[in-house]
């Protein structure tokens, strides 16, 4: 494929002048074959001044909102949200927002390098030694392994396909925000209590009451700009109806802020809670109480979650009397022992509230998704201990920073002969491995992402590079099949020639497949596929769960850990602006505050005034955190915070990097290193069920943050 083309051979490929428009602005058929130039090399088409504005896709994370990239003489100025897009519909995160700042971001690797292990020395290497290299490593599939994040889908697709041909492990996909989420304990309690293994979408926009779970839908949750759009027009319906929310979690993040009533419950007793909501409102219909809620003694409830009785039946009351009531289980809630049972509890709340498939309801989003749970990961350890992987290729996950330390993936690597990882950046896992061949970023790469849960249809989600490349990388796509093509087994059944035409052909039944645009035949289709930023159904095609009769199921809910009163405490961890880590390298992120704590460029540990009242401990002191049963520590500094309960502590995640460059390293802690290694029935970490001590260390530093001290700890300090 050549990067250099006349604007007349452009002209010829284009065919006509309307083709030609339509690829000048990112949309075109041949559009694969332009380089997007800089200034100094400009286009003849280009203008000075002039901008051209490509629609892409984020990947940030794995929601998949659609972008529209202003883009002026060859360089990305602006990212905002695509107003056509089914999930964000024009909106844009803090996150999407700084994908300019990953794309030129001073610490890129700027092509592929041999590594020593654990060192930062490295040489450079061509692509033609890289290629020959993974080659090789695809070369022996049984002692081939994958780890891969959960974006972007095309290339999990490849590896999948590679896998089947070969007959080598499935590719194990991992992201710590997908832990923090509960992806996978949501997912096995969908299928248990609705049938099926999609993602359950909770109609918000037109609930009355809503009984929140754990799920920071205004933050990082699943499709966060999706669910922030569902409350807003759940505070806005019709006839001035505003819809009344209640959270149950130990801390108040975001979400709990913007709910009407905040209930401080143990961590570990939501499931409880919910059961006895179950009770209580069946009770109130005049129903025969269902064996799901029938076992469960209220007091003993009320008591665990440290919450009145009285409080208890006034929240069922108001779950019962409501005519659309929704109830909506994640994050910490499913990161827990008992999560897959709390799942399944607050999922049955929703059958007996009998608002399957109904506005304000619980309907199922389109599509199946491929999230790996822990167990899988696991296995993938066990095999790398054992010996049995020669090779293993990381792509967009960052194990040695996103996993627990008691996992012992950094051990098992030991045992792995080569280490391939495809990073863009010198991460905590790139700084182990043998090679790395970096990818291109967001906004230089073509592919796709399968909408899962944020979205009211069937979606496809175009990605397409808006820039030239910045430094020498490729496309792992294009480097695993260069190297597929030299191998008999791979080659003989994988007919791509290059990523491009991998996603074409991908995307090719859904030119018949009744999306809001078609094409008789694959340019035209792959025109528009570009320009509208991806292909989704005219239409909603919600599913509704099919298997509404799990209420007979009888439950084991254990009661939450006990901790010492004053000694020890529950840990909570949870995601930020950061995400599972990635975001620490751009400074906008670093430098937007936290919305509870205004706190920047650091993290810190959220205590409640009493209990630092009792431990002798004063806002900005210094204190080491220890796991029970544990021998890392960590040291955080504190952040006095009332809306938290008094036997519980909180750390954001995303911080704490030793690698990731100059203003990731060296700043803030990785709660990850407390995290227990269990999991729960659903193969989910038990990340939530983490109990520390907090030792004072003598030595203070006071956060940099936006608020004024003056009106929160009333200590004259400005």
């Known amino acids: ?104 971001n001073p610490d890129r690797i700027g092509g592929p390098l041999q590594r020593t292990r654990g060192d930062r020395s490295s040489q450079p290497l061509t692509w033609e030694e890289a290629v020959s290299t993974v080659q090789n490593g695809l070369s022996n599939p049984e002692k081939t392994a994958f780890l891969l994040g959960l974006m972007p889908d095309h290339l999990f697709d490849l590896v999948t396909e590679f896998s089947e041909t070969t007959g080598a492990a499935a590719p194990v996909r991992y992201s710590a925000l997908g832990t923090l989420e509960g992806r996978a304990t949501l997912l096995a309690a969908s299928k248990k209590m609705y049938g099926t293994d999609q993602f359950p979408y909770f109609d918000l926009s037109a609930a009355d009451v809503v009984f929140n779970f754990g799920a920071d839908y205004l933050e990082t949750w699943l499709s966060p700009l999706a669910y922030s759009r569902g409350y807003r027009k759940m505070r806005k319906q019709e006839f001035g109806k505003r819809g009344y929310i209640v959270a149950f979690g130990a801390r108040q993040s975001l979400t709990a802020s913007n709910a009407d009533e905040w209930i401080p419950v143990t961590p570990g007793s939501e499931g409880l809670v919910a059961l006895a909501i179950g009770q209580i409102t069946a ?41 659309n009531s929704l109830a909506i289980p994640g994050g910490a809630a499913l990161t827990t022992s008992v999560g897959y049972e709390t799942a399944q509890a607050v999922l049955g709340l929703n059958i007996l509230a009998d608002n399957l498939g109904k506005p304000g309801g619980v309907f199922l989003a389109p599509g199946t998704t491929s999230t790996a749970s822990m167990e899988a990961v696991k296995t993938l350890i066990q095999r790398c201990l054992d010996g049995e992987v020669d090779t293993l290729f ?22 792995v ?76 059944n994988l007919n791509y020639t290059d990523e491009v035409d991998f996603i074409q052909q991908k995307i090719s039944s859904l030119i018949q497949a009744g999306g809001f645009f078609t094409a008789s035949e694959m340019p035209t289709f792959w025109s528009k596929w570009l320009q509208f930023g991806g292909w989704w159904k005219n239409a909603a095609n919600f599913g509704t769960p099919r298997d509404a009769t799990k209420l ?103 911080q704490g990097h030793t690698a990731l460059g100059r203003w990731a390293e060296g700043r803030g802690v990785n709660p990850a290193k407390l995290w227990s290694e269990t999991t729960n029935q659903a193969g989910e970490l038990t990340i939530s069920d983490t109990l520390v001590t907090i030792t004072p260390t003598g030595r203070r530093r006071p956060l940099a943050r936006q608020e004024s001290r003056v009106g929160v700890y009333g200590d004259g300090e400005h």
Not at 63 to 81: D, F, H, P, S
Not at 296 to 320: E, H, Y
Not at 427 to 438: G, H, I, K
Not at 572 to 590: E, K, Y
């Open 1 to 104: 494929m050549s990067n250099k083309i006349s604007r007349r051979d452009f002209l010829k490929i284009s065919g006509i002048g309307v083709t030609a428009a339509a690829v000048l602005t990112g949309c075109g058929p041949a559009s694969r074959y332009v380089v997007r130039q800089s200034y100094v090399d400009m286009p003849e088409y280009n203008q000075t001044g002039k901008s051209t504005y490509y629609a892409t896709t984020c990947q940030e994370c794995p929601a998949g909102c659609g972008l529209i990239v202003r883009t002026q003489e060859g360089r990305a100025i602006k990212v905002e949200g695509n107003p056509n897009h089914p999930v964000n519909q024009g909106k844009v995160c803090s996150r999407g927002l700084t994908s300019v700042q990953g794309l030129y």
């Open 283 to 323: 009770r109130l219909k005049g129903q025969t109480i269902p064996a799901l809620f029938a076992g469960v003694n209220l007091q003993a409830a009320a008591d665990a979650a440290g919450i009145s009785l009285q409080k208890l039946q006034q929240l069922g009351q108001l779950f019962a009397n409501a005519e």
């Open 552 to 654: 007979d199921l009888e439950l084991n809910m254990n009661t939450p850990q006990k901790v010492t009163e004053g000694e020890e405490f529950h840990l909570v961890t949870f995601s930020t602006q950061m995400g599972d880590g990635r975001g620490a390298n751009r400074p906008w992120l670093q430098e937007t505050p936290d919305p509870q704590t205004t706190v920047t460029w650091n993290s810190w540990i959220e205590m409640h005034p009493a209990t630092a009242e009792h431990l002798g401990i004063m806002d900005d002191d210094i204190v080491e955190i220890t796991p029970i049963g544990g021998t890392n520590t960590i040291e955080a500094i504190v952040y006095l915070y009332p809306a938290i309960r008094p036997d519980t502590v909180a750390i954001p995640f995303g």
């Open 417 to 492: 002969k080569t280490i391939i990882s495809f990073a863009p950046f010198e991460d905590e896992t790139a700084l182990v491995s043998d090679f790395v061949f970096p990818d291109h970023t967001g906004l230089e790469s073509f592919g796709y992402q399968r909408l899962l849960a944020g979205t009211d249809r069937s979606t496809y989600s175009s990605i397409q590079p808006v820039v030239q490349p910045v430094h020498n990388t490729k496309s792992t796509v294009d480097v695993l099949l260069a190297a597929a093509a030299a191998i008999p087994a791979l080659s003989a």
């Open 394 to 415: 990381i792509h967009g996950c960052n194990p040695i920073f996103e996993l627990p330390d008691k996992l012992g993936f950094e051990k098992a690597l030991e045992k």
